[in-house]
């Protein structure tokens, strides 16, 4: 037998035995809780339904390639953050016991109505902006569920509003082709039993206990895995707190893969994350299958698949008045990530009253705009071969390789030599473009009349494929910062 069917079958085998025995146990446990501690038929919600078995190897556990290969080359994805907290204005999770006393906070679902839902108006709207894959908030730090969990009452279904806002979304997307996805964070501030507790939170803890709260946590993936799915991936967060672990890591990993095999998972399901710049430390293995650079642009990588995740304001959760970024910063930010071979998770915060905000759509659907004319310069592409650096980065596919010129700084782009011979050069962005060979390489020059505002877009035409040339920087005056640019750097 095969290993990963090893997997599938070891999962399956407790995933029947969670159907079966826990109902039995876990009443009967929950009867003798309720007895001992008093505790409500709610609370018996927190029981485990799960049944340890034996960890499978790690090679087993890999991605699945053709999952990985789809998600890679739909490179543009829409990020929502949403809860009650939209109703403050204030961050998700982070403001619970800093902006906003705990007890208001925890209470802020009583009143949270977004009448104007409608799953349909924002999966539309994902579609139109040229996003490929949504992903939503199932629960943030605070706790809060958006679906209707028979494991917590802290859910949409105690809210006025009563509507599993997960499952509408779900439907739609699956409706409109649009891939489904959730964020779902480790860490938990509500839940009695997670630890550590956040601040200005001063209930005790000597009855807290993580493994319980591990288990709900996987019984809740397993309501969304199942209910809401099939999703393209889960994304972790909260993964630093000091109660994780890299083995909790591996085992929340392998319990999600083996619930959906070709689930991707990234990698805040683990410890391996290097700070806000998001890829997987090296030092030995960790889980997950991409890097998460998190509002700043990852560094050219086309070894491991990485994602930045960035907000089109300033916070993740809606704020009124919020400073937007420019449609200049917008696209210069996909295009540089694009350029090194990552994926964009572009944030919005929708609004209490269930609308995302009129402006930030119309500069989504002006993104969507400008991919309706340069998507092939986006998507199913790979970085490189040039490296990105402030004055752009390129893309490529097939024999093409796509310049994108977003600063130019003197008459022309310099760039280096590559083992291919240039048969062509076009603008796409409109107008003609003069290409030399000379000994430093190819000096690109377009009139000043043709360069474009935002991306002066070049697609050279090799004799052969260009994925094959080793990726080269590009020489001062033009490479500067050749790593990474930073979110805030990136229009400079
Ligand atoms: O979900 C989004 C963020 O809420 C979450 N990750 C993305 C995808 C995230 N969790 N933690 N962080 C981001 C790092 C947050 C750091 C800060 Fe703070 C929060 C800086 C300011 C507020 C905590 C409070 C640290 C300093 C003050």
Same mark, same amino acid.
């Given at each position: 037998?095969?290993?990963? +069917? ?22 009967? /446990? ?30 087993? %556990?890999? !991605?699945?390639?053709?999952? %990985? ?49 409608? /799953? ?5 709207? !994902? ?42 979304? /779900? ?20 839940? $009695? ?10 209930? $005790?803890?000597?009855? /807290?206990?993580?493994?319980?709260? @591990? ?14 799915? $099939? ?5 972790? *967060? ?9 083995? &909790? ?6 319990? @999600? ?22 890829? +997987? ?23 491991? $698949? ?24 917008? %696209? ?28 930030? #759509?119309? &500069? ?41 010129? %977003? ?11 590559? *083992?291919?011979?240039?048969? &062509? ?18 000096? #690109?020059? #377009? ?10 877009? @070049? ?13 080269? !920087? ?15 750097? !990136?229009?400079?």
């Amino acid at each position: 037998m095969d290993p990963i +069917t090893a997997l599938l079958q070891t999962d399956e085998q407790a995933g029947a035995r969670a159907s079966v025995l826990p109902l039995r146990v876990g009443m009967l /446990a929950a009867m003798c809780f309720a007895v001992l501690v008093g505790w409500s038929e709610a609370d018996a919600k927190y029981e485990s339904e799960e049944s340890s078995h034996t960890p499978e190897p790690v090679h087993a %556990l890999r !991605a699945n390639a053709a999952s %990985l290969q789809k998600w890679q080359e739909s490179r543009f994805g829409l990020f929502i953050h949403w809860g009650p907290v939209s109703l403050k204005g204030t961050e998700i999770g982070w403001s619970r016991g800093r902006e906003i006393p705990v007890a208001e906070y925890d209470n802020l679902y009583k009143r949270f109505d977004p009448e104007k839902f409608d /799953a349909h108006e924002w999966v539309s709207i !994902a579609k139109e902006a040229g996003t490929k894959y949504i992903v939503i908030t199932s629960k943030h730090h605070d706790g809060f569920c958006i679906w209707d969990s028979k494991y917590t009452d802290y859910d949409i279904t105690s809210t006025p509003f009563r509507r599993d806002v997960l499952k509408e979304l /779900a439907d739609e997307c699956h409706r409109q082709g649009i891939q489904f996805n959730t964020y779902h964070s480790i860490i938990d501030w509500y839940h $009695p039993d997670y630890l550590p507790r956040g601040s200005g939170d001063d209930r $005790p803890t000597d009855d /807290a206990d993580f493994e319980r709260y @591990v288990a709900y946590l996987k019984n809740q993936l397993r309501e969304i895995i199942t209910g809401y799915g $099939p999703l393209g991936v889960m994304w972790f *967060d909260g993964e630093w707190e000091s109660h994780w672990s890299p083995e &909790r890591g591996w085992d929340l990993y392998r319990y @999600v893969r083996g619930l959906q095999p070709d689930i991707l998972i990234n990698n805040r399901v683990g410890k391996g994350r290097m700070g806000m710049r998001g890829m +997987t430390k090296t030092d030995q293995e960790y889980a997950g299958d991409f890097g998460t650079p998190e509002q700043e642009i990852g560094r050219f990588n086309r070894d491991t $698949p990485w994602e930045t995740c960035m907000t089109i304001c300033r916070q993740w959760a809606f704020k009124p008045n919020d400073q937007m970024k420019s449609l200049k910063e917008c %696209l210069h930010t996909l295009v540089r990530v694009a350029g090194g071979d990552g994926n964009l998770l572009f944030n919005v915060g929708p609004m209490p009253d269930g609308r995302i905000e009129p402006r930030q #759509v119309e &500069r989504l659907r002006e993104m969507g705009t400008w991919l309706k004319d340069y998507g092939q310069t986006v998507y199913a592409t790979r970085g490189g071969p040039f490296k990105p650096g402030p004055w752009g980065g390129s893309t490529c596919k097939g024999n093409r390789i796509y310049v994108h010129v %977003l600063d130019w700084q003197g008459e022309t782009l310099q760039l280096p030599p590559i *083992d291919r011979k240039v048969v &062509r050069g076009t603008l796409l962005t409109g107008g003609t473009v003069e290409l030399k060979r000379t000994e430093e390489g190819i000096a #690109v020059n #377009v009139p000043e009349r043709y360069r474009r505002d935002i991306d002066t877009i @070049v697609a050279l035409e090799l004799d052969g494929p260009a994925f094959e040339i080793a990726p080269v !920087a590009v020489a001062s005056p033009w490479a500067g910062l050749e790593e990474g640019t930073h979110a805030g750097e !990136a229009t400079k």
